[in-house]
């Protein structure tokens, strides 16, 4: 048992494809906990997070055999982040209404905080259409909050790089979303104040 500790997370999605409980098990011990902070941080609901890695982790045991998972952590961070957009997506309408009961809240509030919810799920989708280098960029910079450095170290290029990628995100999202740009400046500062 000492050695199974010792198993990549490659090795342990070979050995769950095959049907190995233990494998899924030292998978699941791995990387829960990280991920349930991470959906306590975004949705600051406890038993929502636990529910939302509960089902991520029981789709990669029905899919394990189908799966082809070069890097586990971050195809879990991925299933997590669209798990979220969906919960939020779903729970909308409960959403106005939650801030409609909330004492001193005007109609004009209630639109604009789902507005804000729109557009940081619109600005999730077109994070996730972009080139998979440039996404970790992305996010790594604007929503992890790492500096160009610490991003060229973990990604192991070079700052330049960093820099060079972060400007061509930034050129397009103004030219797609420059109107709403302020919106953008605003909810980052929100998300950074959590």
């Known amino acids: 048992m000492a050695n199974d500790a010792l198993h990549t997370d490659h090795e342990l999605i070979s ?17 829960w906990q990280k991920l349930y902070l991470t959906a306590c941080k975004k949705i600051q609901d406890k038993d929502a997070a636990r529910e939302i890695i509960h089902d991520i982790f029981l789709d990669l045991w029905k899919r394990r055999q189908e799966l082809a998972v070069a890097n586990l ?10 798990r979220i957009i ?3 997506v779903s729970k909308k309408d409960l959403f106005f209404f939650e801030i409609l009961e ?3 809240k005007s109609l004009y509030e ?28 992305f996010v790594r910079y604007y929503f992890q909050h790492l500096t160009t450095k610490e991003i060229a170290e973990s990604l192991q290029i070079s700052t330049k790089t960093v820099q060079n990628q972060l400007n ?15 919106l953008l400046i605003m909810l980052e500062e929100i998300s950074r104040q959590k």
Do not use: C
Request: hydrophobic share 45%.
């Open 15 to 31: 050995q769950m494809a095959a049907g190995g409980e233990n494998a899924f098990t030292q998978l699941y011990q791995r990387h």
């Open 73 to 82: 952590p971050a195809y879990l961070h991925k299933a997590l982040h669209y």
């Open 86 to 88: 969906n919960r939020i």
């Open 102 to 104: 909330s004492s001193g």
């Open 110 to 137: 209630a639109d604009q905080a789902l507005l804000a919810k729109d557009f940081t799920a619109l600005i999730a989708t077109w994070v996730e259409a972009l080139p998979e280098r440039r996404r970790q960029i």
């Open 168 to 182: 061509i995100s930034v050129q397009f999202l103004r030219a797609r979303f420059g109107h709403l740009l302020s």
